[in-house]
């Protein structure tokens, strides 16, 4: 018996459900941990007077990072974007730590005692940050750079989003000195925009064998 071509390649093709399900199971199982871990943190069950391993923080802990973990380390897999999980775990832990377990600052930025909660605050912002924008600046570099040298050059996409970051971190340390208004961001954003214009024209792209 004959087989047509639309036969020998239903055969060939492999089934598309199964490779999906891993992914959506990891998808899923984030979005439930990001859930509880900010149902935690809005709850009244979270006290900067508990004990650092008290059950409770311990639970806290461990939703953070299996967040980030799910979340973070399947786009540095698919997207081959080393370093990515480790920003966007360690990034998201410190931030929730502190918005969790932190006194909020009372006064400006140069007030010793709350110098380190805006440095820390900052320091969470801008890994958290620009991990959760690389996966989104390495996509569009590809599609807005026409040279293939640009479109992979994953330096150039994590320079971008550690900007991105930056530009966070630098409205807490604007709100601790009591100048967060718009000028000043708009000037910031100019800065950053201005220099990488500038890598763009003198920085070589990073070779990238695909």
Same mark, same amino acid.
């Given at each position: 018996?004959?087989?047509?071509?639309?036969?020998?390649?239903?055969?060939? /093709?492999?089934?598309?459900?199964?490779?999906?399900? !891993?992914?959506?199971?990891?998808?899923?199982?984030?979005?439930?941990? $990001? &859930?509880?871990?900010?149902?935690?943190?809005? /709850?009244?069950?979270?006290?900067?007077?508990? !004990?650092?391993? &008290?059950?409770?923080?311990?639970?806290? *802990?461990?939703?953070?990072?299996?967040?980030?973990?799910?979340?973070?380390? !399947?786009?540095?897999?698919?997207?081959?974007?080393?370093?990515?999980?480790?920003?966007?775990?360690?990034?998201?832990?410190?931030?929730?730590?502190?918005?969790?377990?932190?006194?909020?600052?009372?006064?400006?930025?140069?007030?010793?005692?709350?110098?380190?909660?805006?440095?820390?605050?900052?320091?969470?912002?801008? $890994?958290?940050?620009? &991990?959760?924008?690389? !996966?989104?600046?390495?996509?569009?570099?590809?599609?807005?750079?026409?040279?293939?040298?640009?479109? *992979?050059?994953?330096?150039?996409?994590?320079?971008?989003?550690?900007?991105?970051?930056?530009?966070?971190?630098?409205? +807490?340390?604007?709100?601790?000195?009591? +100048?967060?208004?718009?000028?000043?961001? +708009?000037?910031?954003?100019?800065?950053? &925009?201005?220099?990488?214009?500038?890598?763009? /024209?003198?920085?070589?792209?990073?070779? +990238?064998?695909?």
């Amino acid at each position: 018996m004959s087989t047509t071509p639309n036969q020998k390649a239903a055969r060939l /093709s492999p089934p598309p459900a199964p490779a999906r399900r !891993p992914a959506l199971l990891a998808a899923v199982a984030a979005g439930l941990c $990001w &859930a509880c871990a900010l149902a935690a943190l809005l /709850s009244a069950g979270l006290d900067a007077e508990q !004990p650092l391993l &008290a059950p409770a923080r311990v639970i806290f *802990y461990a939703l953070v990072l299996a967040a980030g973990l799910l979340t973070f380390v !399947p786009f540095q897999r698919r997207l081959g974007l080393p370093g990515l999980a480790l920003e966007g775990v360690a990034g998201s832990f410190l931030l929730l730590y502190t918005l969790a377990f932190v006194p909020p600052p009372t006064g400006w930025l140069l007030a010793l005692p709350d110098t380190p909660v805006y440095l820390i605050l900052a320091l969470g912002l801008f $890994w958290s940050v620009a &991990a959760a924008v690389l !996966p989104l600046v390495h996509a569009a570099g590809r599609r807005i750079f026409r040279q293939r040298a640009r479109q *992979y050059d994953l330096r150039r996409a994590r320079r971008q989003a550690h900007e991105i970051g930056a530009l966070v971190a630098l409205c +807490v340390v604007l709100a601790g000195l009591r +100048v967060l208004t718009p000028v000043p961001v +708009v000037l910031l954003a100019l800065i950053l &925009a201005i220099a990488e214009l500038l890598f763009l /024209s003198f920085v070589e792209t990073e070779s +990238v064998t695909r």
